[in-house]
Nanobody, 121 residues
Framework: QVQLVESGGGLVQTGDSLRLSCAAS?????MGWFRQAPGKEREFVAA????????AYADSVKGRFTISRDNAKNTQYLQMDSLKPEDTAVYYC?????????????????WGQGTQVTVSS
């Protein structure tokens, strides 16, 4: 069993930046970020393979968010720049035990508790 712990959320203004972190208690392979706004389904944000050589992003965040990882620390990051009010959501870290780069939440085995990101206009 792998535990994931997110940190770094908060309240910011439009155009600001935030960096989310997700620390894993054990080795993981593909890791991802998802988000869920009130009344909406959980949606894919970004994912990264174990080597970091392959990444994927939702169209809504492409060019503004950057996913990365430090395997020595079992930690992944989500750098969020040029934040918009529509980015407001609870952000969840997720992980798989294999290297497939997938984007559906049901394809991820491990989940963190979530961290709130609120962007005011």
């Amino acid at each position: 069993q792998v535990q994931l712990v997110e940190s770094g959320g908060g309240l910011v203004q439009t155009g600001d930046s935030l960096r989310l972190s997700c620390a894993a208690s054990g080795r993981t392979f593909t890791m991802g970020w998802f988000r869920q706004a009130p009344g909406k389904e959980r949606e894919f944000v970004a994912a990264i393979t174990w080597s970091g050589s392959t990444t994927a992003y939702a169209d809504s965040v492409k060019g503004r968010f950057t996913i990365s990882r430090d395997n020595a620390k079992n930690t992944q990051y989500l750098q969020m720049d040029s934040l918009k009010p529509e980015d407001t959501a609870v952000y969840y870290c997720a992980a798989r035990r294999d290297g497939s780069l997938v984007v559906r939440p049901e394809q991820y085995l491990y989940w963190g508790q979530g961290t709130q990101v609120t962007v005011s206009s």
